[in-house]
């Protein structure tokens, strides 16, 4: 099976501030899918932003930017210019085919006023 | 209705006793999935859906069994119920096909405890 790494279990980051959340996986596929999910207290799950493995661009929405490194797969969350509303559990997902989506452990984000 | 809805949104059941988690979506999005997410583990896939008629097991479908007879509903069933496994279940969808992988769209989710 792939696996999906999340080294940090938790995170905070001042208001306004930006944070970076990590995200590795393993795969030998050269073509995959790999997203960020965003998990508020309501449980509800949202997507963040979404990048083709095919694409050397790096993924932009508003204030959310990836920092995709194929080589050495990983794949970081940028969230500049934090908000109270940004607390909450994200999760870094792989996918090769659509059939089956691969999750990170989470990581719990904390936005301090 | 508006994307995916489950039920109930919680449930606590006897051990041994037989359970399904409802899911409807109405995207007609062709593939459905079934995660179980718990503290420390994240989601995990216990079967999926690529289109009405078809299933396949995920990560974890011990104990699970799901059917998909149309495009819109795709249930999970839990034949004996055991402790193991309470938790936060999700349905997701999707309109992915072969060649264009797009994200999913999940449910609110069901909190299952099993005593």
């Known amino acids: 099976a792939q696996t999906v790494t999340q080294s940090q279990p938790e995170m905070s980051v001042q208001e306004a501030e930006t944070v970076t959340l990590s995200c590795t996986y393993d795969?030998?596929?050269?073509?995959?899918?790999l997203f960020w999910y965003k998990q508020p207290p309501s449980r509800q799950m949202i997507l963040v932003i979404r990048?083709?493995?095919?694409?050397?661009q790096n993924a932009t929405e508003n204030r959310f930017s990836v920092n995709f490194q194929k080589a050495a797969k990983s794949f970081s969350l940028k969230i500049s210019d934090s908000q109270l509303g940004d607390a909450a559990m994200y999760f870094c997902a792989y996918t090769l085919t659509g059939n089956q989506f691969y999750f990170g452990t989470g990581t719990s984000l904390t936005v301090i006023p | 209705i508006a994307g995916i809805t489950q039920a109930p949104t919680s449930q606590i059941l006897a051990a041994g006793r037989r359970m399904t988690l409802r899911c409807t979506q109405d995207m007609r999005h062709n593939a459905m999935y079934w995660y179980r997410q718990d503290l420390g583990l994240g989601l995990r896939l216990i079967h999926y859906?690529?289109?009405?008629?078809?299933?396949g097991k995920g990560e974890v479908p011990d104990g699970y069994s799901v059917s998909r007879a149309n495009t819109d509903d795709f249930p999970l069933t839990l034949a004996s119920a055991v402790p193991s496994q309470t938790s936060v279940y999700f349905c997701?969808?999707?309109?992915?096909?072969?060649?264009?992988?797009?994200?999913?769209?999940f449910g609110p989710g069901t909190r299952l405890t099993v005593l």
């Open positions: 997701a969808s999707s309109d992915s096909v072969t060649t264009i992988v797009r994200e999913q769209f």
């Open positions: 990048q083709e493995a095919y694409k050397q």
């Open positions: 859906s690529n289109t009405a008629g078809t299933t």
């Open positions: 795969t030998s596929e050269s073509d995959y899918y």
